[in-house]
């Protein structure tokens, strides 16, 4: 179960995710699952320099959308699905409330 994301969590998560380099590294990370990818592979498939794409790793890092762990050398970056699952929880969590076919629980 998900950890109920605040009014300020979630604003730092759209501001993280209001750039689109960031918005395109994250659409990967949520395609590629679980295992993540290394930053040379992120860099490559996004053709983003890789100092660039350190920036808004750590942005998105920040906002909690992103994870890293190690793996001998390499550093994989994963996108946190229980943040992303909190982040549209809160965006969804007053919808459409009195019609049922709308309802995200329905």
């Given at each position: 179960?998900?950890?109920?994301?605040?009014?300020?969590?979630?604003?730092?998560?759209?501001?993280?995710?209001?750039?689109?380099?960031?918005?395109?590294?994250?659409?990967?990370?949520?395609?590629?699952?679980?295992?993540?990818?290394?930053?040379?592979?992120?860099?490559?498939t996004l053709d983003i320099p890789l100092a660039t794409l350190s920036f808004h790793l750590q942005q998105l890092s920040q906002a909690g959308l992103v994870s890293?762990?190690?793996?001998?050398?390499?550093?994989?970056?994963?996108?946190?699905?229980?943040?992303?699952?909190?982040?549209?929880?809160?965006?969804?969590?007053?919808?459409?409330?009195?019609?049922?076919?709308?309802?995200?629980?329905?």
């Amino acid at each position: 179960m998900e950890a109920k994301l605040g009014s300020e969590e979630a604003v730092k998560a759209l501001a993280a995710l209001a750039q689109g380099s960031r918005l395109a590294i994250f659409r990967l990370l949520v395609r590629q699952g679980a295992d993540g990818l290394p930053a040379g592979t992120i860099a490559k498939t996004l053709d983003i320099p890789l100092a660039t794409l350190s920036f808004h790793l750590q942005q998105l890092s920040q906002a909690g959308l992103v994870s890293s762990s190690r793996d001998g050398r390499y550093i994989l970056y994963a996108a946190n699905y229980d943040q992303m699952n909190s982040l549209i929880a809160y965006l969804s969590e007053n919808c459409c409330r009195g019609v049922d076919d709308l309802s995200p629980n329905s």
